[in-house]
């Protein structure tokens, strides 16, 4: 264990502990846009910085999401230096989404209302956050970034429809701006953002559209489960366990 001080607060931490966790564990709010707990760190957004301070005096500022603790270090989340820095740093981003909640709502937290350039009405913050759930969580790396400097995107390669997406909609379910999203219409599922559309299959007992069969047959693969529990929709499934409950309480 290495005893850092975050904050004033003294506390115990596990040694390559990020500045993250170190401060959750103290009940310090640490803004955050890219990060997920189930996903590797990237430290794309640069909404998490914190200034270490070391026994010898020198600074730098860092990412709290992906800097470890090697050594006892003092960390300081909301000095004059780094409320400066993340103020900028959200200014650029409700810039770039100036109608995104999500940023929105983290930038009047740091105090940023409104910003002082040119607003582009994007809701994409290149935060990486799609394209790790789909290669770490779903293994399909179906997205990724695209072009560079200003141009740099997330997209699919050649820019159609790719043969690793399956339609699961795990991208829509991480992305803290909205931008994808997913749209189902009567048996069909779209995720415009990646030029993607699936046929849907129907729960085999009330008709409802379940999912696309390429995300069902990734489940299959992952989950072991009898055959004709795969073609029922939640409801369904709800159902048939309750009265399988029912009956074995009957026995």
């Known amino acids: ?19 993250l966790d170190a401060a959750r564990k103290a009940g ?31 600074r730098r500022l860092v990412t709290a999401c992906n800097f470890p603790i ?13 409320t400066k820095h993340r103020k900028m740093v959200m200014e650029l981003l409700l810039a770039r989404c100036p109608n995104s909640p999500a940023v929105k709502e983290v930038a009047a ?5 409104e910003p002082r350039f040119a607003k582009e009405d994007d809701y994409c913050i290149l935060c990486g956050l799609c ?32 043969d690793a997406c399956i339609g699961c909609g795990a991208c829509a379910f991480v992305c803290p701006t909205g ?8 048996m069909t599922r779209r995720i415009k953002k990646w030029h993607a559309e699936f046929d849907l299959v129907s729960c085999t007992e009330c008709g409802k559209p379940i999912t696309t069969r390429q995300h069902l047959e990734y489940l299959k693969k992952k989950i072991s489960l009898p055959a004709y529990i795969w073609e029922l929709c939640p409801d369904c499934k709800k159902k048939f366990y309750a009265q399988r409950a029912v009956l074995v309480g009957h026995m």
């Open 1 to 19: 264990m290495i005893q850092v001080t975050i904050d004033g607060i003294k506390l115990q931490v596990e040694e390559k502990s990020t500045v």
């Open 28 to 58: 310090i709010w640490i803004p955050t846009l890219c990060h997920h707990d189930a996903l590797s760190t990237y430290g794309a957004c640069r909404t998490c910085l914190v200034e270490v301070v070391y026994d010898d005096g020198w």
């Open 70 to 82: 090697e050594a006892p270090v003092s960390i300081e989340t909301a000095n004059e230096k780094v």
């Open 109 to 113: 937290r740091v105090g940023v209302t």
């Open 131 to 162: 394209t790790r759930v789909c290669e770490e969580a779903i293994g399909r790396s179906a997205i990724g970034f695209t072009s560079r400097g200003i141009d740099e995107a997330v997209d699919t390669p050649f820019l159609a429809q790719s």
């Open 179 to 186: 931008i994808i999203y997913v749209e189902d219409q009567g």
